[in-house]
């Protein structure tokens, strides 16, 4: 895989992007610990909150579909090297409250609009998954 990827900050001071370090990480794991089965439960993305952005504009994240992207084939080249991958869950389904930043920040492929009786509306990135999935 030709993609050369540094660490990027993100709007939280502890979480960097790092999608090759996804591939480290596992690879790791089987070469130290016999292959065991790995189910990653929470991968993902910070951005900065912002309610007065409008919900068509606040959807539009294009920084989470890079980021699924460069991880998600990382790890396909983890698994086609061995890597005894069973499951991968990103973080998250929907924007929700986050324990150090409460409700400043978006994890979600699901926007909630917290100031509309909680609406929710898929983000770009949510319809770019299901495409990755159908492939």
Same mark, same amino acid.
């Not at 990480?25 to 993305?45: A, F, Q, R, S």
């Not at 989470?64 to 983890?78: E, M, N, P, S, V």
């Not at 986050?98 to 409700?103: F, N, S």
């Not at 979600?108 to 990135?125: Q, T």
């Given at each position: *895989? ?18 090759? !370090?996804?591939?480290?990480?596992v690879?790791?794991?089987? %070469?130290?610990?016999?292959n ?8 993902? /993305?910070?951005? #900065?909150?912002? %309610? ?12 989470? /579909? =890079? ?19 069973? !499951? &991968?869950?990103? @973080? ?6 986050? @324990?150090? #930043? !409460? &409700? =400043? ?5 699901? &926007?909630? %609009?917290?100031?509309?009786? *909680?609406?929710? &509306? ?14």
């Amino acid at each position: *895989m030709k993609q050369n990827f540094i660490f990027v900050q993100t709007c939280l001071d502890w979480l960097h992007i790092y999608p090759k !370090g996804l591939h480290q990480i596992v690879m790791h794991l089987k %070469d130290k610990y016999k292959n065991p089965k790995i189910y990653i439960t929470e991968n993902g /993305i910070a951005e #900065a909150g912002n %309610d007065s952005t409008p919900v068509n504009e606040a959807r539009k994240d294009g920084i989470r /579909i =890079t980021y699924l992207d460069g991880h998600l084939k990382f790890l396909l080249q983890a698994i086609k090297e061995g890597v005894n991958v069973k !499951g &991968y869950n990103g @973080w998250s389904f929907s924007d929700s409250f986050e @324990w150090d #930043a !409460g &409700y =400043t920040v978006r994890f979600g492929i699901i &926007y909630v %609009d917290f100031k509309n009786n *909680m609406r929710r &509306y898929p983000k770009f990135s949510a319809f770019w998954l299901k495409k990755f999935l159908l492939k």
